[in-house]
């Protein structure tokens, strides 16, 4: 799901090293990229979100058995196709949530690249995996390290988990230096090759945010005993902080294809794609507390965690919206923080939502944006 984006792109090169068979591929528009991927990998059943683009690419590929699907529905389809034991979620944004919740529901393995799913919807999607019996390994590479270095561990042993931060492009520099910062600076990521929508939560650290709220579900751990540490290196991917005060840390060299793979292959290793990591030439692995006043999108992150309900989806779909906008250059870079506290103060929150309140909150949210940014 998301076959053309930067998680897609690299789930393919993993799956292709290990020769595991594609049933099924999913993209928004990218219908190029999407009909080589096509033609290489020979899926059953190939979804395209928007109607124009998936027009497009039947006539493109009308030389092949292939079954192509539309839409929200087309997205279900994929991720539920026959013979797939693996969905691995990488659609950017909410657009992943009913795809998810989907073929949780079938008791599939989810490799979930989507944050968003859990932090729109996390105690849902937890509930629906335990009552099917599906599996949610995560892909990101902060949460694949907690899950590594939890394995065989009791959760009543752990006292916090430690999420390291790159810091993004803006690591170290104070608010006022950041008051003017454009879409292209805060494209320039010093340590990852990652979607903009990612590079610009990285840049507010929004992403961070997003992340504290998926390890609480994920891990069943409160958001104030998930720490967050900047890590300018990006060698340490995450650690875990024991009841006796020991930790333990997974490192590797910054590549996604390890994390993804290593959701493919569970309980099992394989040889990787990525390099290895050579610990005789690291000079130094240094982390730093992170600044809140430079970054408040991870503040509010957190007090939304704590807040709980549907305000986490608010904060998510507002989010959304407010980077679409910054990333066009309709509003600065604090104005994706303003807007969407904005947002998450005036959507009322539901605290035991259902998945219609999710999906009508993130949507108020987006439109709430919108309107505030005058771009109705």
Request: aromatic letters at 6%; glycine letters at 8%.
């Amino acid at each position: 799901m998301g076959s053309t984006g930067s998680i897609g792109r690299q789930t393919l090169e993993v799956a292709e090293s290990l020769d595991i068979p594609v049933r099924a591929l999913s993209a928004r528009s990218n219908i190029k990229l999407l009909e080589e991927q096509i033609r290489k990998f020979k899926p059953a059943v190939a979804a395209v979100l928007e109607q124009g683009p998936a027009a497009d690419l039947k006539a493109r590929v009308r030389d092949l058995d292939l079954s192509i699907v539309t839409g929200m529905d087309g997205l279900i389809d994929a991720a539920c196709v026959d013979g797939a034991g693996t969905v691995v979620t990488a659609v950017v944004g909410a657009d992943g949530l009913l795809p998810t919740l989907a073929a949780t529901d079938m008791g599939r393995r989810i490799a979930l690249a989507n944050k968003e799913t859990l932090v729109c919807a996390g105690a849902l999607v937890m509930e629906r995996a335990r009552q099917s019996g599906a599996e949610i390994l995560p892909v990101d590479s902060e949460h694949s390290a907690l899950f590594q270095c939890l394995r065989g561990r009791h959760m009543s042993e752990v006292k916090n988990l430690l999420l390291t931060a790159s810091g993004g492009p803006f690591r170290g520099k104070p608010r006022a230096a950041l008051i003017n910062a454009t879409p292209e600076m805060a494209l320039r990521h010093p340590n990852w090759s990652m979607g903009k929508k990612v590079t610009i939560d990285s840049a507010t650290m929004m992403n961070k945010g997003l992340e504290v709220i998926e390890a609480s579900h994920l891990f069943s751990v409160a958001a104030q005993r998930i720490k967050v540490l900047d890590h300018p290196e990006s060698i340490v991917h995450s650690m875990v902080e024991f009841s006796d005060n020991s930790i333990i840390a997974q490192l590797a060299c910054p590549d996604m294809r390890l994390p993804i793979q290593y959701a493919l292959t569970y309980p099992h290793r394989e040889p990787s794609l990525a390099a290895g990591l050579d610990l005789s030439e690291l000079s130094a692995l240094t982390f730093y507390k992170p600044d809140f006043d430079a970054f408040p999108c991870l503040a509010l992150a957190y007090e939304t965690a704590r807040t709980g309900g549907t305000a986490c989806a608010a904060l998510n779909g507002a989010n959304e919206a407010a980077v679409g906008l910054f990333i066009k250059g309709g509003i600065s870079f604090y104005d994706i923080y303003e807007l969407v506290h904005a947002a998450v103060d005036n959507i009322k929150n539901i605290e035991n939502p259902s998945l219609e309140d999710i999906i009508a909150t993130d949507e108020s949210a987006k439109r709430f944006v919108f309107e505030r940014a005058g771009r109705a």
